[in-house]
């Protein structure tokens, strides 16, 4: 049987479609609305470094020429748009014999049946990678699936990292100056940019042991409405995440324990968890420009200096009926253009 003789109903325009069609639905970060997304036709990103310079203007009579606006020389960065291709294959045996339940009948399976279901596990495989990219920006440090360091934001933009330890295992520590130290270098280095808030994503550990420290619990307790607060300490369900939320000191700590399966230094696959123990990263929140997600076309003639989408989806039939092999990929760019700004938490002790 040759491929061009059996009448596929679909189309890489259809399949890439319907795809993007299916809801994100995993991922607190993409649920936080943190990033901005833009589709692009290039591979290449340039980013534009320009510090704006703020000052307080000089009082003039009316009619007087403008104070001259201070520019400040600027420096372009060019980043590439990483590329995630995956294969999938539907075979006869996927399909043959097996019954799908509809209301109170079954019936035969079918390749329609079978495709939907291929359609959302292809959605949720790219939408884990770009939740863990958009992990991985706000840490500074952008890895693949094998562990692979596809950018160190610090090193791209010449920056250095920052962290506070909060020494949590101590009872004497400043929390409270632990907060504002925290506060006061991601506003520090915002240089221009606005922000609304600051968050912390800790794991369970960090979380625990913060809320359960004595000058926390000291802080809180001197009222009724504190011993509610920390007796019923809110959830939000977020992205699939039911994590507790806790603000202190105008930041707000949120808990994520979100995984995904990835290889180790041995190429075994582990379930990475996006937090390690002990551990946060800060970041300010309702930026303008900080935070950005930009998706380029695909490597495909066929989509050539178009407007990048999320995912596509490229259909091949096999010879002889053997089945449909699906050809997925994304290529997203997610990226903090001010590394300065993130501020990574720990407990040593």
């Given at each position: 049987m040759d491929p061009e003789d059996f009448n596929f109903p679909y189309t890489h325009v259809d399949l890439t479609e319907q795809v993007n069609r299916i809801p994100n639905s995993y991922g607190l970060i993409r649920a936080m609305g943190l990033f901005d997304n833009e589709g692009t036709i290039s591979t290449i990103v340039e980013i534009r470094i320009e510090n704006g310079v703020l000052r307080v203007?000089?009082?003039?009579?009316?009619?007087?020429?403008?104070?001259?606006?201070?520019?400040e020389a600027g420096n372009t960065i060019f980043v590439e748009v990483p590329h995630f291709p995956d294969l999938d294959l539907i075979s006869p045996q996927d399909?043959?014999?097996?019954?799908?339940?509809?209301?109170?009948?079954?019936?035969?399976?079918?390749?329609?049946?079978?495709?939907?279901?291929?359609?959302?596990?292809?959605?949720?495989?790219?939408?884990?990678?770009?939740?863990?990219?958009?992990?991985?920006?706000?840490?500074?440090?952008?890895?693949?699936?094998?562990?692979?360091?596809?950018?160190?934001?610090?090193?791209?933009?010449?920056?250095?990292?920052?962290?506070?330890?909060?020494?949590?295992?101590?009872?004497?520590?400043?929390?409270?100056?632990?907060?504002?130290?925290?506060?006061?270098?991601?506003?520090?280095?915002l240089r221009g940019e606005t922000m609304s808030g600051v968050e912390v994503l800790v794991d369970n550990t960090f979380f625990n042991r913060l809320i359960q420290h004595p000058?926390?619990?000291?802080?809180?307790?001197?009222?009724?409405?504190?011993?509610?607060?920390?007796a019923q300490m809110e959830r939000q369900n977020l992205g699939g995440q039911w994590g507790r939320v806790f603000d202190f000191q105008n930041l707000r700590f949120r808990e994520y324990y979100g995984s995904a399966p990835v290889r180790n230094v041995n190429n075994e696959v582990v379930n990475e968890r996006f937090i390690a123990t002990n551990e946060g990263h800060a970041f300010p929140t309702g930026t303008r420009d900080t935070f950005k997600t930009w998706f380029a076309p695909a490597n495909d003639v066929r989509f050539v200096n178009t407007v990048g989408q999320d995912i596509y989806i490229s259909p091949d039939i096999l010879k002889h009926g053997a089945g449909i092999e699906l050809k997925s990929e994304s290529n997203p760019l997610a990226?903090?253009?001010?590394?300065?700004?993130?501020i990574k938490v720990k407990s040593s002790n």
């Open positions: 203007l000089p009082a003039k009579d009316r009619g007087a020429p403008g104070t001259p606006a201070q520019r399909i043959q014999n097996l019954m799908i339940i509809v209301g109170r009948s079954k019936r035969p399976a079918t390749l329609d049946d079978e495709m939907v279901k291929r359609l959302a596990n292809i959605r949720n495989n790219h939408d884990i990678t770009l939740e863990y990219m958009r992990m991985g920006a706000l840490k500074g440090l952008i890895k693949d699936g094998n562990g692979q360091t596809i950018y160190n934001l610090y090193e791209v933009f010449n920056q250095t990292p920052q962290e506070v330890d909060f020494l949590l295992g101590t009872d004497g520590t400043d929390v409270i100056a632990k907060c504002d130290q925290v506060f006061q270098k991601v506003s520090e280095n000058k926390v619990e000291k802080y809180w307790t001197t009222n009724q409405a504190g011993i509610q607060a920390i990226i903090c253009k001010r590394p300065e700004v993130l």
